[in-house]
C-alpha cells in the first residue's frame, strides 16, 4: 500500500538490539477513545498535507502520531531534531527542551538513538515551504508489534472517516430532496434551467450542488432519488442530460458535475 524503495535497503524491521528485552506491547497505549481530532498517520500524509494542516476525508486533524525510525539527531542547548523515516518518507522532528526539567535531572530529553524506533505525538507545521513534525511527546517503541499496529490503525482510521463522509454526505442530500415535492421545479435559481421538466431538476440540482471535484456518484444520487423515481427513469435522465450538455462525465461513468456548477 506504501512503496518506498529508499526503505529497501537498510531493512525496515531490522531492529533486533532495541526489542531484544520486549516483553508484551505497552497496554496503556490502547486505553482511552481517540478523538475525531487525533489520528495515526504516515510520514506521507505529513508531507502533503496543506497549508491548513492534516485532513483526512474533511475532518481536521489537531494531533497526529507517527511511528517511525530516527535516521539522523542534532542535539541543540533548547531542542533536538531527529531525521525519522518510515515505510512512506522521512521528515524532520522538532523537540523543544524543557530547561528547567534539563537542570534538575536529565528526563527531559528522549533516551533514543539512531536507528530506534520511536511513537512521536505532535503538530504538522510549515517551515520554509518544508512540512516539520512539532513533537509534544516522544516515546520509543519497545515491542515491534506496535509498528504494524500503527499501519493498520492508520488504515482503519481512514476508513472509518471516509464512511463517515460519505453517510453524512448521503443524510444532507436526502434532507434536501425530502423537503421538496416531486412534482415541482427545483433549482437555486428560481428553480428554472432551459429544457428541462420537474423531474429531470430533481437529479440536475443533486448534481449541481455538489462541490466534491470529481463529481457525484450516479449511486449516491439514485440513493436520494430512488423514492421519487424508478431506475429506468433516472438512468434516461442522465443519458439525456449528457447528450444535451446539463452535465459531463468526470474521473468515470459514473460519476458527474453539473457544466454551470457553483
Known amino acids: 500500500m506504501w512503496n518506498d524503495q529508499s526503505v529497501a535497503g537498510g ?48 475532518t481536521e486533524i489537531q494531533i497526529v502520531s507517527i511511528v517511525a525510525r530516527i535516521r539522523n539527531i542534532r542535539i541543540q542547548s533548547t531542542k ?17 527542551l524543557d530547561q528547567e526539567a534539563m537542570e534538575e535531572d536529565d528526563k527531559s530529553a528522549p533516551k ?22 512539532m513533537a509534544f511527546k516522544i516515546t520509543p517503541v519497545t515491542d515491534v508489534n506496535l509498528i504494524t499496529f500503527h499501519y493498520l490503525n492508520c488504515i482503519n482510521n481512514k476508513l472509518q472517516l471516509e464512511a463517515r463522509s460519505k ?5 444532507n442530500m436526502s434532507s434536501f430532496t425530502n423537503n421538496v415535492p416531486a412534482n415541482s421545479l427545483v433549482g437555486m435559481d428560481n428553480g428554472s434551467v432551459n ?6 431538476m430533481l437529479v440536475y440540482n443533486l448534481i449541481r450542488v455538489s462541490t466534491v471535484e470529481q463529481g457525484i456518484s450516479k449511486q449516491d444520487i439514485y440513493a ?7 431506475s429506468v427513469e433516472f438512468d434516461n435522465i442522465l443519458e439525456w442530460m449528457c447528450n444535451e450538455g446539463h452535465i459531463y462525465s468526470t474521473i468515470d461513468e459514473e460519476h458527474f458535475r453539473a457544466t454551470d456548477a457553483f
Request: glycine share 10%.
Open 224 to 230: 436520494t432519488l430512488k423514492d421519487k423515481m424508478s
Open 167 to 171: 453517510k453524512e454526505k448521503t443524510t
Open 195 to 200: 429544457g428541462l421538466n420537474p423531474r429531470q
Open 11 to 58: 531493512g525496515f524491521f531490522n531492529a533486533t538490539n532495541q526489542f531484544a528485552n520486549a516483553g508484551t506491547p505497552n497496554q496503556g497505549q490502547k486505553s482511552g477513545r481517540r478523538s475525531s481530532r487525533t489520528a495515526p498517520i504516515v510520514i506521507k500524509q505529513a508531507l502533503h498535507c496543506g497549508d491548513e494542516g492534516i485532513k483526512i476525508w474533511g
Open 80 to 96: 533536538i531534531t531527529y531525521t525519522i523515516q518510515d515505510i512512506t518518507g522521512r521528515m524532520k522532528t522538532v523537540l523543544w
Open 112 to 133: 533514543v538513538q539512531v536507528n530506534d524506533y520511536i511513537h512521536v505525538f505532535g503538530n504538522v507545521k510549515t517551515n520554509k515551504g518544508k512540512k516539520v513534525l
